[in-house]
């Protein structure tokens, strides 16, 4: 019985955050010139380090060719660079910038000011005990993670 009220507030939560994060896209922010998913792509190369093209394809629902589209544009600018893996020639590995990572920051600040706005109205006794949650799936996700890996 736990597994299935488990599984059932994993779905409502996904579907609930996706509600905030759509809450979150309506804000008019400018994006430097670049379309949200660029800036997104960017993102999560900064925080995440270097990583190679299909990964990032993965985590972001997109096929690579689409997203060479985008890398080429942010390389062009500078953000970001593409090494050829020397052991595989067939892997392309990106990573941020300095140029990138000043860009990168400034959209994480934005992102962080949309969702403190987002959250401006909870109760300071709620606004506690979902840090407490979410502390909590941090810790049991990183364990995860790291007897997964």
Not at 50 to 63: N, P, Q, Y
Not at 90 to 118: C, H, P
């Amino acid at each position: 019985m736990a597994k299935k009220e488990f599984l059932k507030l994993m779905e409502n939560n996904i579907l609930l955050l996706d509600k905030l994060g759509d809450k979150l896209k309506k804000d008019p922010v400018s994006f430097f010139g670049y379309p949200r998913q660029q800036i997104s792509v960017l993102v999560r190369l900064y925080l995440g380090g270097k990583a190679m093209l299909k990964d990032i394809a993965r985590r972001e629902f997109v096929t690579a060719p689409n997203l060479c589209a985008a890398f080429r544009k942010l390389e062009k600018d500078g953000l970001v660079s593409r090494t050829i893996d020397e052991k595989d020639r067939r892997n392309t590995w990106y990573s941020v910038t300095d140029k990138g990572k000043k860009i990168a920051q400034d959209a994480v600040e934005m992102f962080r000011g949309a969702i403190e706005k987002l959250f401006d109205q909870l109760s300071k006794e709620d606004e506690n005990k979902l840090t407490e949650a979410l502390k909590t799936i941090n810790n049991i996700l990183m364990k995860m993670e790291l007897s997964n890996a």
